[in-house]
């Protein structure tokens, strides 16, 4: 074997002992980083099954616990009741959509900066839900929102 193989083996030796030392520091996620993750992946999913694709059957079956709480004034508390508001908001507005815009977490609590539009020719509102998870599912929500303005004080958008 010539120098210049041997030193070829050493380097690639080196790089290779070098990338799985650094592999191994990583280690496995913290438990809690990965039920964070694992709670933010499925309220996405929950949003979506829920405003975009108005799947009340799967929403119910998948997504929300028997004893959902719910903090928006107008609508009890409740499974039943939560999605009873939205087939009634459905059938009121046929062309309601959401599009997620930003999302994190922390603990059992998962929030969600959306914007909402009850129909393509309207501004919407900027809205965020909080919503607390357990088992991968809402068992409480809290939420807060605000009409999208035709004109702004600043350059800024709400998204």
């Known amino acids: 074997m010539n120098i210049d193989k041997i030193k070829n083996l050493i380097c690639d030796t080196t790089v290779l002992i070098t990338a799985l030392a650094l592999g191994a520091c990583q280690g496995d996620k913290d438990p809690q980083t990965a039920l964070e993750e694992a709670n933010l992946q499925k309220a996405v999913y929950c949003m979506d099954l829920l405003e975009n694709q108005k799947d009340l059957e799967a929403s119910r079956r998948e997504c929300f616990a028997e004893t959902y709480i719910q903090h928006t004034p107008w609508v009890p508390d409740g499974k039943d009741a939560v999605l009873s508001y939205f087939a009634t908001r459905f059938e009121n507005y046929p062309d309601f959509a959401m599009e997620i815009k930003r999302t994190g977490a922390d603990g059992d609590l998962v929030w969600i900066h959306l914007h909402a539009k009850r129909s393509p020719d309207v501004l919407g509102n900027a809205v965020i839900n909080i919503f607390r998870m357990k ?25």
């Open 135 to 159: 088992d991968g599912k809402f068992v409480e929500h809290w939420n807060v929102g605000q009409a999208v303005p035709e004109k702004s004080a600043n350059d800024n958008t709400m998204f």
